[in-house]
């Protein structure tokens, strides 16, 4: 709660950080994009990430979805490092102190700002040891080939990583639903890694609702 105290001696009042029309900022004569920080952004052509999964798919075959996965966990750790640097910043209080609605706010805005869909926690399986995770729209879903299961492999591992961080243990991440097989969006489950083991092999045969019943029961 912002108090008088503060708007005396603070004429700033802190809004959504990553709100989209003050986070990025450009030169289009000099073709920049920046953040507000003065930091480079950069635009991926739909082009480039196609040729980039044709490629890892052709020179890896298989091995592009671990290649993919361990890609994103590089994403996920960086990704959360300079949230955290950024959060801090202009909030001026630890991140770990912040109230979650307000952080959850600020982590889906900065999902859409950054133009990779639109990204919704779901804390309904939590008390059972479960995290889901639910992009819509997301860019990487869209221009990855297409098979008959789901093609989020960076998305899993960034997710896997940035929570990982964030709660402070190793957890996994199994993508369930996929807008390339047709699905309404992409869910993402995190758990720990022994506990989640079971859903690699359910994706196949079984919806989200069926895999996170068999999940809670084991």
């Known amino acids: 709660m912002i108090s008088i105290t503060d708007l005396l ?20 004569e ?10 480079r952004l950069l635009a991926l052509p739909e082009m480039l990430l196609q040729g980039i999964y044709a490629g890892l798919e052709k020179e890896t075959g298989q091995a592009s979805r671990l290649v993919l996965y361990n890609c994103g966990r590089w994403w996920g750790k960086n990704f ?19 109230p979650m609605v307000e952080f959850i706010q ?12 639109r990204i919704k926690i779901d804390h309904s399986y939590q008390d059972r040891g479960f995290l889901v995770v639910t992009i819509t729209n997301s ?4 221009q990855a080939p297409k098979g008959d299961q789901p093609v989020g492999f960076l998305e899993a591992g960034a997710l896997c990583s940035f929570f990982s961080q964030l709660t402070g243990r190793e957890l996994h991440c199994v993508q369930t639903t996929c807008e390339s097989m047709g699905a309404d969006s992409n869910r993402f489950v995190l758990g720990l890694p022994k506990r989640l083991e079971p859903a690699e092999t359910m994706v196949t045969n079984l919806d989200h609702d069926a895999i996170m019943q068999q999940l809670c029961q084991l």
């Not at 959360?80 to 912040?98: S, V, W």
């Open 30 to 39: 000099l073709g920049l994009l920046e953040n507000r920080r003065g930091e």
């Open 9 to 28: 001696t603070d004429n700033r009042i802190p809004g959504n950080y990553f709100a989209s029309d003050a986070y990025v900022q450009g030169d289009l």
């Open 80 to 98: 959360y490092a300079r949230f955290c640097e950024e959060l801090t910043d202009y909030y001026q209080t630890p991140m770990a102190d912040m």
């Open 139 to 142: 860019p990487f879903t869209k």
């Open 106 to 117: 600020c982590l889906e805005q900065c999902w859409v700002t950054h133009g990779w869909g």
